[in-house]
């Protein structure tokens, strides 16, 4: 008897949270007089192509975008959320940057107790953020990043000589993975002092922790970008327990031993230590009390961030320009005879040499246009605010989308979209383009803090390669790409493979 009075309750618990989702959830927008797109389903709204992995978040949102982007914003529904998709550059403005004080949050998933890996500066919200930004801010600078320099070039060099054999075989290599390689070395180097020796262990400790971080269901992921209340009351991290020790571990270790043997180098590690000695760095006139310097767990987080935000960030950016450029033999060539040009003049790869490669700089932001790291931008409403030049009044807790992938694919502002063309990223082409209609690195005071530094890593690794070798598309390599669903970024099934061999 009892049992069957329980199975009665749970079906009127279901009967009435279906009702509620559909006459009150999904009526939202209606109400408002906002335009949103048809069919929400209880209870993941209209996004169960996402959830379901069969549809990548960033594929979807251009979908959507392309469809009804002729409304300056309209709604959807993720999960029991409303979404307002902003499909209009002076919106996205307006959220980004003119209104912050409203849109200052992204909404996502961090826990810092359960979870102490979300507790860096891409998650943390309020007051932590705004702090944790004052803090690193200084840490990438021109000056910081040029110090930098010389460690991504040597492995750079490394990254070059590891494809000798390769090259002199013909051979075909699947080049996402030599770049992951390449970046998580990088990473490692800069962010955590360490030589993860990644270009010749593929299959070492380092590799595959950061493997698995990538390893993430396409339920949490979509729990983390649009409902992540639900992992909070249900205490689920995001990130493994192993990884979570694998990273607490190893950057406490290192720290430890900077500590013990007096060792001070030029990286990201080092000014996290000044961080939490003294709370700023060397040469800085922000003096601080004890309550500002970062924790063990803060540091450790920060630079788990830098090695998230980088590592395959970079990876993909530079194997869909070599994807691009071995399809577009002349644009190939031209870029080469840049890097020959510049080369000779400096006498080396410099870090001035890097910056006066201004044909490569449009190669990877015409790469970062068709294929953005970061496919959508996510704010949640942090103050009830009427958009201004609208008359769409957003509650607070109202989550924002903004469709970077769709933006950059728009043939209304990128003529012919699917063309590889790094001349819509000279002077004159910029300039008739409104600047919101470009954001790999998003936009306003949220802007990726590491932007100069991603650009640094993939144009060293692009500048070693091509000085050397010749890319050409093996045909293992699928046209058009297929974009993995269970991806946050731009994933590919089955990977880019290409045929490289030795400049003649």
Not at 104 to 115: L, M, P, S, T, V
Not at 246 to 269: A, C, G, L, Q, S
Not at 439 to 462: D, N, T, V
Request: glycine share 6%.
């Amino acid at each position: 008897m009892m049992i069957f009075v329980t199975l009665i309750g749970i079906f009127i618990g279901v009967i009435f949270i279906y009702i509620y989702f559909k006459y009150v959830t999904f009526d939202f927008w209606r109400k408002r007089g906002v335009f949103s797109i048809e069919k929400p389903v209880v209870p993941t709204g209209n996004i169960t192509a996402v959830i379901t992995g069969k549809v990548q978040v960033g594929v979807y949102f251009q979908d959507i975008y392309m469809k009804y982007k002729h409304n300056r914003a309209f709604g959807i529904y993720t999960f029991y959320k409303p979404n307002l998709v902003i499909a209009d550059p002076n919106l996205i403005r307006i959220v980004l940057t003119k209104e912050f004080e409203s849109f200052h949050d992204r909404g996502f998933y961090c826990n810092e107790k359960i979870d102490p890996l979300t507790g860096h500066l891409f998650l943390l919200s309020g007051k932590k953020w705004r702090t944790m930004r004052t803090k690193l801010t200084p840490t990438f600078t021109s000056g910081k990043i040029k110090q930098m320099f010389t460690i991504v070039k040597e492995i750079g060099n490394e990254l070059a000589k590891s494809l000798e054999n390769k090259a002199q075989m013909r051979d075909s290599i699947e080049m996402k993975d030599m770049f992951s390689r390449f970046s998580t070395d990088v990473i490692m180097s800069t962010a955590f002092g360490l030589n993860s020796k990644c270009i010749d262990q593929p299959n070492n400790a380092y590799r595959i922790q950061g493997k698995k971080t990538l390893k993430i269901n396409s339920i949490w992921i979509a729990l983390f970008m649009f409902a992540p209340q639900i992992m909070k009351f249900f205490s689920i991290p995001i990130t493994y327990r192993s990884i979570t020790n694998f990273y607490m571990n190893m950057f406490r270790e290192n720290v430890e031993y900077r500590k013990t043997h007096n060792i001070i180098k030029h990286d990201f590690v080092n000014l996290l230590i000044q961080l939490m000695e003294k709370g700023y760095l060397d040469n800085d006139n922000n003096k601080t009390d004890e309550e500002t310097k970062l924790t063990m767990a803060e540091a450790t987080a920060q630079s788990f961030a830098f090695f998230i935000a980088g590592f395959e960030t970079s990876a993909a950016t530079a194997t869909f320009a070599l994807y691009e450029l071995a399809q577009n033999e002349n644009i190939q060539d031209k870029l080469r005879e840049e890097i020959d040009e510049v080369l000779i003049k400096y006498g080396d790869l410099t870090f001035d040499a890097l910056n006066d490669m201004t044909y490569l700089h449009k190669v990877i932001n015409e790469s970062m246009r068709k294929y953005p790291s970061v496919p959508i931008l996510s704010r949640i409403c942090t103050e009830e605010i009427v958009l201004p030049t609208t008359d769409i009044h957003i509650p607070k807790g109202t989550l924002i989308t903004i469709p970077v992938l769709g933006i950059h694919r728009d043939p209304a502002i990128y003529p012919d979209p699917d063309k590889f063309d790094p001349e819509r990223f000279c002077e004159d082409e910029i300039k008739k383009r409104h600047p919101y209609e470009f954001l790999p690195f998003g936009g306003g005071q949220r802007k990726c803090i590491g932007a100069r530094y991603g650009y640094m890593q993939i144009k060293i690794g692009l500048v070693c390669l091509l000085s050397k070798y010749k890319f050409t598309l093996h045909p293992r390599s699928k046209k058009p790409l297929i974009f993995c669903a269970k991806f946050p970024g731009l994933g590919v099934r089955g990977g880019i493979h290409f045929i490289i061999e030795p400049r003649k």
